[in-house]
């Protein structure tokens, strides 16, 4: 799934192509692509139309574009393969094209949302005072947002009974960060994925926010990470991140750093990757008698 980066790169697609254009007519080509908006797909199609595009927003790994009446913004979840394309009006469709919306004017683009496993999908909210789509309002602020709060990050760690990689995953505490960020941070940062976070000193817990701010700057500076073709930005480009993973995806090759094989292990459906020596495991505690 696109982590702040990707979703981040399709954001500044979004805002340079399509924020400011207004609405001509919306085309529902399947209804798992705006399953989330419960009234369907012919409400939601209806309720776009001749409305314009504010500027695009983004929170952790979510995006919307605001409508111009300041009430309601189209929310978009990539999921697992969906793209979010400016195309021009008299290219082919797409094989998995699921929703279509073309603007008033005479640019010849129009936005095509293409998902190939349905599992992302478009949808309409109201807006709470602050501009966020209401159904997000309980997702954390990213790293990269200037109003971060690292000393509630810190709090939380310490106050929270879990381990580092579960923490940055917790989309409550902070948002953006997936599975392939979150082993990078940890490399970087020489901490296991289990270890626990209720001992972490303020040093630590701002050495791990530098990793994670670090690691999702360099990606979004080419574009993101690319495993296969399913994520691309709105002209249909790859990123090209994947070439400096230092953890993930590096099963068996020899760590950057110290040489050793670098592992894998299961967690939470997904996978692990670490340097056993570079990230050595937490220690053990005994049971008490």
């Not at 980066?5 to 209804?31: F, K, N």
């Amino acid at each position: 799934m696109p982590e702040l980066p990707e979703v981040e790169v399709v954001r500044r697609g979004l805002e340079r192509w399509v924020s400011g254009r207004a609405v001509a007519s919306v085309e529902v080509l399947h209804p798992r692509a705006v399953r989330r908006h419960l009234a369907g797909g012919e409400d939601f199609a209806g309720r776009l139309k001749g409305h314009r595009f504010g500027v695009a927003r983004r929170r952790g790994k979510y995006l919307w574009l605001p409508l111009d009446d300041g009430e309601a913004a189209v929310l978009g979840h990539l999921g697992m393969s969906g793209q979010l394309l400016v195309q021009p009006e008299d290219a082919p469709d797409e094989k998995h094209l699921r929703v279509r919306v073309r603007f008033d004017d005479a640019t010849g683009t129009e936005l095509r949302f293409v998902d190939q496993r349905t599992f992302g999908g478009l949808s309409l909210h109201d807006t709470t005072p602050d501009g966020l789509p209401d159904v997000i309002a309980h997702i954390a602020r990213d790293p990269l947002d200037p109003a971060f709060d690292d000393d509630a990050f810190h709090r939380a760690l310490r106050t929270r009974r879990t381990t580092v990689k579960r923490a940055l995953l917790d989309q409550s505490l902070i948002s953006g960060v997936g599975n392939i960020y979150a082993d990078e941070a940890l490399w970087r940062s020489r901490l296991h994925y289990d270890r626990p976070t209720a001992g972490f000193t303020r040093p630590r817990s701002d050495e791990l926010l530098r990793h994670v701010r670090d690691v999702m700057k360099e990606a979004l500076e080419v574009g993101g990470t690319s495993f296969d073709s399913l994520y691309v930005n709105v002209n249909g480009e790859s990123g090209y991140f994947d070439r400096s993973l230092d953890a993930y995806g590096r099963e068996g090759e020899p760590c950057r750093r110290c040489g050793t094989a670098m592992r894998r292990r299961p967690w939470m459906n997904r996978s692990s990757y670490f340097c056993p020596r570079c990230q050595r495991p937490p220690r053990a505690v005994p049971p008490r008698a």
